[in-house]
């Protein structure tokens, strides 16, 4: 709701197939709504196909037809822009992982750091360089330590917006360089 109260002009929203047949929360059901009365177009996508934005185009690996719930349901997306490899999982569980796991530049972590998500053969597969996780205070222990242990194991740099506040990562020929912004 709040990317779609700003200023940033949004023409279409990418969902993941089944998405308006599970609504799990008021927030998602409000999304909906405003997409609906901006007259934004809402797609819906499943493994195997394509999300073109622009002169990007995003490979969808998750959800395939069998999951069912919000968060098996989460569009995990893979991306090669200008070299930089980017990997980002939803929500998704991790006994909802794929098979094949792309080797990444940059990883979005799996539902704020959640301990059922995000498993260590993901990370050590994916083997990331930069890993963002999206959390704020809660009270389910987001992020886990197993994930900050498994993620700085392999050498990877953490940002999570509880700390680091908005997190943007720009590309350069120099390779990832990470900028932070905590709003005080």
């Given at each position: 709701n709040i990317l779609l109260d700003s200023e940033i002009q949004v023409s279409r929203v990418a969902m993941p197939e089944g998405a308006s047949d599970d609504i799990g929360s008021q927030a998602v059901t409000d999304a909906f709504m405003k997409a609906a009365e901006k007259g934004i177009t809402i797609e819906y996508y499943e493994e195997g196909d394509e999300i073109h934005a622009d002169r990007f185009a995003f490979s969808v690996l998750s959800p395939h037809a069998s999951m069912t719930g919000s968060n098996e349901r989460s569009l995990v997306l893979?991306?090669?822009?200008?070299?930089?490899?980017?990997?980002?999982?939803?929500?998704?569980?991790?006994?909802?992982?794929?098979?094949?796991?792309?080797?990444?530049?940059?990883?979005?972590?799996?539902?704020?750091?959640?301990?059922?998500?995000?498993?260590q053969t993901l990370i050590k597969k994916a083997s990331p360089q930069v890993a963002v996780i999206s959390v704020g205070r809660n009270s389910y222990g987001h992020p886990a330590d197993r994930v900050l242990d498994d993620l700085y194991s392999i050498g990877a740099e953490v940002y999570r917006t509880d700390r680091s506040g908005c997190v943007t990562i720009k590309n350069s020929a120099k390779g990832c360089i990470v900028e932070t912004f905590v709003k005080r």
């Open positions: 893979y991306t090669v822009i200008d070299g930089m490899r980017l990997l980002t999982l939803g929500d998704l569980p991790e006994d909802c992982e794929m098979e094949e796991i792309p080797q990444c530049d940059i990883l979005k972590v799996a539902h704020h750091g959640s301990r059922y998500a995000t498993s």
